[in-house]
């Protein structure tokens, strides 16, 4: 597998990780992840704004500009060749010595860049059947709009909801729902969708921009505003978005159906509209 690896595509057997890489030590860095679709790094801007803000928020000083990055992605995606999949990239703090709690002065610690692509199709079975939620406490740190390279709490929120028998943790912190263990959490009731507003304790989804925009293309209202865990059981529909899972029905939580147990009709709108969206913006590529 090629790696993107600073301003290097190397081989992954070249790649070299100091064991005081800031990542390693202290989970000190940021990552996104795009979806491409034949070709196209779908919304690569907005997941690039993100990533700076979330770099500016860790004091993380990038070295290069997001016009020179998109050109490294770019030439990284051509050269692996993957028409339809996903890159992930991260970048540290880089290698400090000795190892210290405090940020590194940025004059003497380069950041380090790692970046692969994978192959992904579209999950289309759970698409169209939808997957089973399960409550979980969130016990997340309160800078959850920070898309850090330490989940933690997330894993471990997915993984109780796993040994329940769930497909995913749905969380609940202080009565309130937040969000799904690594996606934005929806719901309808009465023809009226719901998302948790962005905030410090969610994090601002890219997939979340374009349902906002799609949602009002289609004349479906939306509130942004926290709703506790008995509203969501009494939710005519549910469901989660990301880049990868794309707008996912979720039909049951906690064993108990979500509506009458399919996916509802407002979530199949916006299914069909986001790919439809996709579709157009290949197009114009």
């Known amino acids: 597998m090629k790696i993107l690896w600073n301003d290097k595509i190397v081989d992954e057997s070249e790649v070299r990780i100091d064991t005081e890489d800031r990542g390693y030590q202290f989970g000190d860095g940021i990552y996104e992840v795009i979806r491409i679709y034949d070709g196209l790094l779908y919304m690569e801007e907005e997941h690039l704004e993100r990533f700076w803000h979330c770099a500016n928020k860790i004091r993380l000083s990038l070295p290069f500009t997001k016009e020179e990055f998109s050109q490294r992605l770019h030439k990284f995606a051509e050269e692996v060749g993957i028409k339809n999949g996903r890159l992930y990239f991260q970048v540290t703090h880089g290698t400090a010595k000795p190892r210290l709690h405090d940020f590194p002065d940025a004059k003497e610690v380069m950041p380090v860049l790692t970046a692969d ?40 929120a997915l993984n109780e909801a796993k040994e329940k028998g769930y497909d995913d943790a749905i969380l609940i912190r202080d009565g309130i729902v937040t969000e799904a263990s690594s996606s934005n959490l929806w719901m309808v009731k009465d023809g009226i969708l719901y998302t948790h507003p962005d905030g410090e304790l969610i994090l601002p989804g890219i997939t979340k921009i374009k349902v906002r925009q799609l949602a009002e293309k289609l004349g479906i209202q939306l509130i942004e505003e926290p709703f506790t865990k008995e509203q969501l059981i009494e939710a005519d529909e549910c469901f989660k978005t990301s880049s990868v899972a794309e707008v996912m029905p979720i039909i049951s939580i906690d064993g108990k159906n979500v509506g009458n147990g399919n996916p509802g009709i407002i979530t199949k709108q916006l299914q069909k509209a986001y790919i439809e969206a996709i579709e157009e913006s290949v197009k114009k590529m």
């Open 117 to 156: 692509i994978q192959a992904t199709s579209r999950p289309n079975e759970k698409l169209e059947n939808g997957i089973h939620g399960g409550f979980v406490p969130d016990k997340r740190w309160l800078h959850c709009d920070i898309k850090s390279i330490s989940l933690l709490g997330n894993i471990l």
